[in-house]
């Protein structure tokens, strides 16, 4: 096949999506990894583990792209129908390939431990149509298709096996066969100003966009990133073009600019103190722990993070990070003194730089008149200075914690640019 273009679509299988049991991580990822080769994606689809829709969404989507990715239904039980559905469609017949039968007796055997049996062997059937992709994390082989200038790559739902065969075999065969156009993305993330009024702030100079440069809005609770993308053959003019909108865009909203670069709260924080070559550690009532896990989700995070108390009885709040028992029953656990002892008891016994420490009512329940569900209050310091600060969520309990969240990063964030 020549060298051309790839427009992609992305397929996931299985009635765990359908149904919420699962939550798609699959399509959000390869559509990642193809974005960054210069592969657009356009349509990422769920289909439920039956034959004729899945049959009918390749029949349309062989008529709009020429890349077919597809996640699920490779197992070796009765409802994983993909490879011998693929077989059919491809009009190939199920032979044993001796090479994943060999891999998937050494993964039950010797990895395992556990006896081979007859329905292990299915993993090894593959259509006699397809070269087999292999799976080095798992038993169940990935295919490649190609048909009428299609092609079809089949992969297995696991994410983490997924993710091997994607990167170790697929990415490097598509970028041989097919020349992606350069992709360039260019973000800033903005803070405490909303998409509507944002809009309107830059109305006029995103009415003189370059037709070679998108603008997407992408807003979450209080956060609003805009992402710029340009998409062509010339990566060295899109550069220039996409950097000097990304400019632009930059005076117009620094006011509420909080990174220049797409990253996540947690990890602009990690940034932040890397720099700095400073540490910090948590005090989490109303939180749960949730702040300390936002802030170790990635490799590396020993490098900033100390450590948690979750303090979310009295006792602990007054055993572990010596919050004064008088005080508790004279404010209240949610309360600015109670937070701000937080913060001192998790610089002395945990010693960090900094520290965050929330206390609240996230609901449903608890919530009182002075005091109503989705009360909380946050403090940040270090040894020098503490900042507290109050607020009101009026969500549900799980988004309430996610927003207390996102709010002490932040004001962690300010405190570390105060210099205090």
């Not at 990822?29 to 009918?56: H, S, Y």
């Not at 309990?397 to 996610?402: G, S, T, V, Y």
Request: proline share 3%; aromatic share 8%.
């Amino acid at each position: 096949m020549s060298k051309e273009t790839a427009v992609a679509s992305i397929i996931t299988i299985g009635d765990e999506l359908l149904i919420g049991q699962v939550i798609d991580t699959n399509s959000a990822w390869i559509a990642q990894q193809l974005n960054a080769i210069g592969i657009w994606v356009k349509k990422r689809i769920a289909v439920g583990d039956i034959r004729n829709d899945i049959w009918n969404t390749l029949d349309e989507e062989c008529k709009e792209v020429n890349l077919i990715i597809l996640t699920g239904g490779l197992g070796p039980t009765a409802d994983d129908i993909t490879k011998p559905l693929l077989c059919d469609y491809f009009g190939g017949k199920l032979i044993i390939d001796h090479a994943v039968l060999e891999h998937v007796r050494y993964l039950s055997e010797v990895v395992y431990k556990r006896p081979f049996i007859e329905r292990n062997a299915k993993q090894a059937e593959v259509p006699d149509v397809c070269t087999v992709l292999t799976n080095t994390r798992g038993s169940a082989p990935g295919m490649w298709f190609e048909k009428q200038g299609v092609i079809v790559i089949s992969l297995p739902g696991v994410p983490y096996e997924m993710k091997g065969i994607f990167s170790e075999i697929v990415i490097p065969k598509l970028m041989d066969v097919f020349s992606g156009e350069s992709i360039i993305h260019r973000t800033l993330i903005t803070w405490g100003i909303g998409e509507s009024f944002l809009a309107e702030k830059i109305k006029h100079w995103e009415q003189k966009l370059s037709a070679d440069i998108k603008l997407a809005y992408l807003p979450n609770y209080g956060m609003v990133r805009l992402r710029l993308t340009a998409k062509g053959n010339d990566y060295p003019e899109l550069e220039r073009l996409i950097d000097h909108e990304r400019n632009q865009l930059k005076l117009l909203v620094k006011e509420w600019l909080i990174a220049e670069e797409d990253l996540s709260l947690p990890q602009l924080i990690r940034k932040m103190l890397e720099e700095r070559q400073k540490t910090i550690a948590t005090a989490e009532s109303c939180t749960g722990g949730f702040i300390a896990q936002l802030l170790t989700a990635e490799a590396g995070a020993s490098l900033v993070y100390k450590g948690s108390v979750v303090s979310y009885s009295n006792n602990v709040k007054e055993k572990m990070l010596g919050v004064d028992v008088k005080d508790l029953k004279k404010f209240g656990a949610v309360s600015e003194e109670i937070v701000q002892q937080m913060v001192k008891g998790a610089l002395k016994n945990i010693n960090s730089d900094y520290a965050i420490a929330t206390s609240g009512i996230m609901g449903p329940g608890g919530g009182t008149d002075t005091k109503p569900v989705g009360t909380v209050w946050i403090a940040v310091g270090n040894n020098n200075h503490i900042v507290s600060k109050k607020f009101h969520f009026r969500f549900d309990r799980a988004k309430n914690i996610e927003v207390t969240a996102n709010n002490a990063l932040l004001l962690m964030r300010s405190f570390i640019l105060s210099g205090f």
